[in-house]
């Protein structure tokens, strides 16, 4: 499987981050997987955002659960990340992943490469 983050890698504060994976190998509707992204800010350890399952049931971090939404299109298998009110604490690298289970932030080789967005006016 193969994952690839895409966006905009500079968002104002206040404004909403909208980032793309687009996953090419596998099917996101296949059993049992979930699909999730995760980020690293800057010298801090990566932090689990949310999932999305193969069912489309969706799941999130009790400390972004408000600002986030993770949403699909099965049709171009893709899935999406929205992050609202973002703020410069938001800077990180932005990476999205395949697992089988809910939470995940260990990197394997079902992980993209990362894209890096920077919260600035």
């Known amino acids: 499987v193969q994952l690839q983050e895409s966006g905009p890698g500079l968002v104002k504060p206040s404004q909403t981050l909208s980032l793309t994976c687009t996953v090419s190998g596998e099917s996101i509707t296949t059993k049992y997987y979930y699909w999730s992204w995760i980020r690293q800010p800057p010298g801090k350890g990566l932090e689990w955002m949310g999932s999305i399952a193969y069912s489309g049931n969706t799941y999130y971090n009790p400390s972004l659960k408000s600002r986030t939404s993770i949403s699909r299109d099965t049709s171009k298998n893709q899935f999406t990340l929205q992050l609202s009110s973002v703020t410069p604490e938001g800077t990180a690298m932005y990476y999205c992943?395949?697992?089988?289970?809910?939470?995940?932030?260990?990197?394997?080789?079902?992980w993209g490469q990362g894209t890096q967005v920077t919260v600035s006016s």
């Open positions: 992943a395949r697992a089988r289970v809910v939470v995940t932030t260990t990197p394997d080789d079902s």
